[in-house]
């Protein structure tokens, strides 16, 4: 198994080989945390945190993952303002320069393809926390971990993605991870203006993976196993209009959310508005909230498997 440099795309993930090395790391840190016995594999490297867009979950999970392992970061939280970006230094010499003082570097960028940019000018492993509306591989490896945590396997499921599959990068990253697994069925449930682009319909087709897309809710609902919710991605519209007309496309509500499989799940990267009412989080089957905090584990097995 050749050893990944960098973490760009979930399409380097030609098998389940890595993947489930990294799914089995995860637990055991998530033991190891639990037991405060975490293992000090870090210690004296640092993480540089490089976010040009907002974040929550995963700007903390990456610096509480390299902290809970010893290392420690050097974070830019709002790069886009309080770098040289906006003197108009270019990627490229941004990661050359932080090459000189970090062990790794998680990247967070507005632009589509910056990650592949920033990954080919550097010389420690640079990690993709979110390109625009490209990918988001990082919590998409999360993802699967919590399937898998929660319903014991990836094989076989149906999971229904639901939302903006255009802009949606999460959904971008983990539909090749699902294409790994045996017998995933996918829905492709979204507003006909926000429909998984092209290039990635073809790649399920490609990859052998049974799907369907339409704008039919109900269609998941008694179906579905995995139900990942995505939020409208507001700052990729370019117009608020447009924005307006789609956002609140579908809603699930505590009705819905009963009526699903016993057994099914509803997730969501996370922040969500008006797509899941807060009444959903009662339900046992909500599992966003542990979605998130399982992203700490995913994120600290593969700070080790890059670092380590
Ligand atoms: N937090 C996720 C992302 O950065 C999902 C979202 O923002 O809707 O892509």
Known sequence: MEKLRHIVSTRQFADTQLLEVLLDSAAKMEAADKLR????????????????EPSTRTRFSFEAAMQKLGGSVLTAENARESSSSTKGESITDTIRIVNGYAD????RHYQEGAAKIAAEASLVPLINAGDGAGEHPTQALGDIFTI?????????????????LLYGRTIHSLLPLLSLYKDVE??????????????????LTERGVSF???DRLAWAIERADVLYVTRVQRERFASDEEY??????????????????????IMHALPRLGEISP???????AAYF???????????????????
């Open 148 to 164: 898998r945590k929660e319903l014991g396997k990836v094989e076989g499921l149906k999971v229904a993605l639901i939302g903006d």
């Open 212 to 214: 369907v897309e339409t």
């Open 279 to 285: 009444e959903v989080d009662a339900n046992y089957r």
């Open 244 to 265: 307006e007309r789609v956002k609140d496309a579908y809603v699930i509500d505590a009705a819905i959310a009963d009526a699903l499989k016993k057994k099914a799940i």
């Open 37 to 52: 016995e975490l293992p000090q594999s870090m210690r004296g490297l640092i993480l540089a945190t490089l976010f040009y």
């Open 290 to 308: 542990r979605q998130a905090k399982n992203a700490l584990y995913i994120r600290m097995a593969l700070l080790d498997y890059l670092l380590g």
């Open 104 to 107: 790794a570097i998680a990247m």
């Open 186 to 203: 996918v829905s492709l449930i979204s507003p006909p203006s926000l429909r998984l682009p092209e290039k990635y319909t073809r790649e």
